[in-house]
């Protein structure tokens, strides 16, 4: 038993082996951790070897970057190469691969494109070129959604005229009865993402009893994952499907209810498209009619095509990665033509993708 990454390797040895004790008496377990921070903290840990057999960790569509259709990449590269276009991004999405193309690649060719951590420097960029327009790309889950929100309504008390967001947020709650409703995955229960849960608090979770799977809300700090687990093996053994927070000094029962509210104020929920998945009712964000004119798809006339599933590059399995059909190592690209340097799929680009975890870090 390895626990040198645990910084109280006494107190994960105690859990280790009670989580052992209460698998016993259990069948085999399909645990998803929707977060991909929770998958990277797994893979760092090495956490799967030290777990019984009958335990298996798989990731989810917990990785924004990961789900964000090729279409979309395609439109924002195609936008960057407009002259007047200044393009505003988080850091992930740069290499992220599209149907055609990427915005790395359209760099190369002299598009202008600006990596930044918060949605509000996009508004300071655009006070900073009146003359050009600058589209912030709006990827990510009900986590970065706020951020959005609020930075789209301070644009509109600035009055900048120059500012627009593309849009591609998505939430998380919508995507969790898709995957139950899908039988081939076989989910025994969730590991509850901490960052989303600390939003929308634990009411949106209630339809996983309905659907009598339970979950567990839980932190990232080696010990919550353990707790995490824990609590999952109780909540099989007693057989009465429940969410339970085991994250409390973050997450309260109803969320942060000043984030909820700016996203309520700005955006509507949305039929949207998840990459490798497919279209997921109500699981996304689109920006309400009183702020549509900061609506990067209809300014500039962006056709987000939501009929069919964005294509995945050939031979590439994101798409059973996402939904925990296949681990990353059961790709057949992976960790030859896929890697880091080399990647093929959105999961080996995202700093939170399942396939970048498991080159890292191992099974």
Same mark, same amino acid.
């Given at each position: 038993?390895?626990?040198?990454?645990?910084?109280?390797?006494?107190?994960?040895?105690?859990?280790?082996?009670?989580?052992?004790?209460?698998?016993?008496?259990?069948?085999?377990?399909?645990?998803?951790?929707?977060?991909?921070?929770?998958?990277?903290?797994?893979?760092?840990?090495?956490?799967?070897?030290?777990?019984?057999?009958?335990?298996?960790?798989?990731?989810?569509?917990?990785?924004?970057?990961?789900?964000?259709?090729?279409?979309?990449?395609?439109?924002?590269?195609?936008?960057?190469?407009?002259?007047?276009?200044?393009?505003?991004?988080?850091?992930?999405?740069?290499?992220?691969?599209?149907?055609?193309?990427?915005?790395?690649?359209?760099?190369?060719?002299?598009?202008?494109?600006? @990596? &930044?951590?918060?949605? %509000? #420097? $996009? !508004?300071?960029?655009? =006070?900073?070129?009146?003359?050009?327009?600058?589209?912030?790309?709006?990827?990510?889950?009900?986590?970065?959604?706020?951020?959005?929100?609020?930075?789209?309504?301070?644009?509109?008390?600035?009055?900048?005229?120059?500012?627009?967001?593309?849009?591609?947020?998505? @939430? &998380?709650?919508?995507? %969790? #009865? $898709? !995957?139950?409703?899908? =039988?081939?995955?076989?989910?025994?229960?969730?590991?509850?993402?901490?960052?989303?849960?600390?939003?929308?608090?634990?009411?949106?979770?209630?339809?996983?009893?309905?659907?009598?799977?339970?979950?567990?809300?839980?932190?990232?700090?080696?010990?919550?994952?353990?707790?995490?687990?824990?609590?999952?093996?109780? !909540?099989?053994?007693?057989?009465?499907?429940?969410?339970?927070?085991?994250?409390?000094?973050?997450?309260?029962?109803?969320?942060?209810?000043?984030?909820?509210?700016?996203?309520?104020?700005?955006?509507?929920?949305?039929?949207?498209?998840?990459?490798?998945?497919?279209?997921?009712?109500?699981?996304?964000?689109?920006?309400?009619?009183?702020?549509?004119?900061?609506?990067?798809?209809?300014?500039?006339?962006?056709?987000?095509?939501?009929?069919?599933?964005?294509?995945?590059?050939?031979?590439?399995?994101?798409?059973?990665?996402?939904?925990?059909?296949?681990?990353?190592?059961?790709?057949?690209?992976?960790?030859?033509?896929?890697?880091?340097?080399?990647?093929?799929?959105?999961?080996?680009?995202?700093?939170?993708?399942?396939?970048?975890?498991?080159?890292?870090?191992?099974?």
């Amino acid at each position: 038993m390895n626990l040198s990454a645990f910084s109280d390797s006494l107190s994960a040895k105690k859990l280790l082996e009670q989580i052992r004790k209460r698998a016993a008496k259990l069948g085999p377990i399909k645990i998803m951790e929707v977060c991909g921070t929770h998958t990277m903290e797994i893979g760092r840990l090495g956490l799967r070897s030290l777990l019984p057999p009958s335990i298996s960790l798989v990731s989810g569509p917990g990785c924004p970057v990961c789900v964000t259709p090729g279409d979309y990449i395609d439109a924002a590269a195609g936008l960057a190469m407009e002259k007047r276009v200044r393009i505003v991004s988080y850091g992930d999405m740069i290499r992220v691969p599209g149907n055609l193309t990427s915005l790395e690649k359209a760099k190369t060719k002299g598009a202008k494109i600006e @990596v &930044v951590t918060s949605p %509000l #420097e $996009a !508004l300071a960029i655009a =006070k900073q070129y009146p003359d050009e327009e600058i589209v912030f790309l709006a990827v990510g889950f009900e986590t970065t959604a706020p951020a959005t929100a609020l930075s789209i309504a301070a644009a509109s008390d600035a009055g900048l005229e120059n500012c627009s967001f593309l849009m591609s947020h998505r @939430v &998380v709650p919508p995507a %969790l #009865e $898709a !995957l139950l409703a899908d =039988k081939d995955i076989g989910i025994s229960a969730f590991m509850l993402p901490g960052h989303v849960s600390a939003i929308i608090g634990e009411g949106p979770y209630r339809l996983l009893p309905e659907h009598g799977i339970p979950g567990v809300i839980t932190g990232f700090e080696p010990l919550d994952i353990l707790l995490g687990i824990l609590d999952i093996c109780m !909540l099989l053994a007693e057989g009465t499907p429940r969410v339970v927070n085991a994250y409390r000094r973050i997450v309260k029962p109803d969320g942060n209810k000043r984030a909820v509210a700016a996203i309520e104020k700005v955006f509507e929920p949305c039929d949207a498209m998840w990459r490798g998945i497919g279209i997921i009712a109500g699981s996304g964000l689109a920006i309400r009619d009183t702020y549509s004119r900061f609506d990067a798809s209809l300014r500039f006339a962006v056709l987000l095509d939501v009929k069919e599933s964005s294509p995945q590059p050939p031979g590439c399995s994101c798409g059973l990665v996402l939904k925990g059909i296949l681990k990353p190592d059961q790709c057949p690209l992976f960790a030859s033509a896929c890697t880091p340097r080399t990647p093929i799929g959105p999961c080996m680009v995202s700093s939170e993708g399942s396939c970048a975890a498991y080159f890292k870090y191992g099974a």
